[in-house]
């Protein structure tokens, strides 16, 4: 399904794409640790794999769970689940990502697309204040490139432009959608240099960091799409 009146969507990622995730990563390594010190911050990370492995998505709360259940005694354990659910996600922010959301809804609307969890990735969206900017148009899924029909459904348009940090995302999109979305690599965070960039074809543009879209005539895709 998509729209016929010549409208553009921007679909934009969250981690490493307007969130500086790895940035994240390094605050609540150190927070944990102090909360239940080295050792067992190292296991609480050791369960984080697991269970990113087994899902094939990050999940917190699931990671929290398993780790209490491991050590029911740990005195640390309130301070740790207080440290990861209650993270200021909106302090995380890459330079320039909530101006990019309000500068591309001025020329269509404006949804983020997120891998992750269906409970702590949307409440992470939300805490960093993009959900507003984005009227609430926030869809996570497991592999959201395989729900890009439903993605279609929910936000109908003449075309799209993906904003993603991943090659093999905008290869799948591109691969699904064709001409109808234009694909913009964000080369910033742990993906920007990854092996990967080799076995994928070029994005039909790149920018060096999220506040770069803000150089670009945003209106070109409203053009195109008319």
């Known amino acids: ?38 050792e067992r911050g190292r296991r609480f990370w050791d369960l984080y794999e697991e269970i990113r492995h087994e899902c094939d998505y990050v999940d917190f709360p699931h990671t ?5 259940r491991t050590f029911p005694e ?3 354990f309130p301070a740790l689940a207080d440290t990861v659910l209650a993270y200021p996600y909106r302090t995380a ?28 990735q949307p409440a992470k969206v939300a805490r960093a204040g993009f959900a507003d900017e984005v009227a609430g148009r926030v869809f996570v899924f497991a592999h959201k490139e395989d729900h890009l029909d439903e993605v279609e459904r929910r936000l109908p348009a003449e075309r799209y432009v993906l904003i993603d940090d991943k090659p093999r995302i905008l ?56």
């Open 1 to 38: 399904m998509s729209g016929t009146d010549g409208s553009v969507a921007f679909l934009f990622d969250v981690d490493n794409t307007l969130l500086d995730n790895d940035r994240v990563r390094r605050d609540l390594v150190e927070a944990i640790d102090r909360a239940v010190g080295a």
């Open 64 to 68: 929290l769970e398993r780790f209490t």
């Open 74 to 76: 740990e005195a640390g």
């Open 93 to 120: 922010a890459f330079p320039g990502a909530h101006e990019v959301l309000r500068r591309a809804a001025t020329v269509g609307r404006v949804a983020i697309l997120s891998d992750g969890d269906p409970v702590y």
């Open 171 to 226: 290869a799948a999109a591109k691969e699904r959608l064709g001409d109808r979305v234009v694909t913009l690599h964000v080369c910033q965070g742990r993906y920007a240099h990854a092996a990967e960039h080799d076995t994928y074809p070029d994005a039909d543009r790149s920018v060096d960091a999220i506040a770069d879209i803000l150089s670009l005539d945003l209106t070109a895709f409203l053009e195109i799409a008319r």
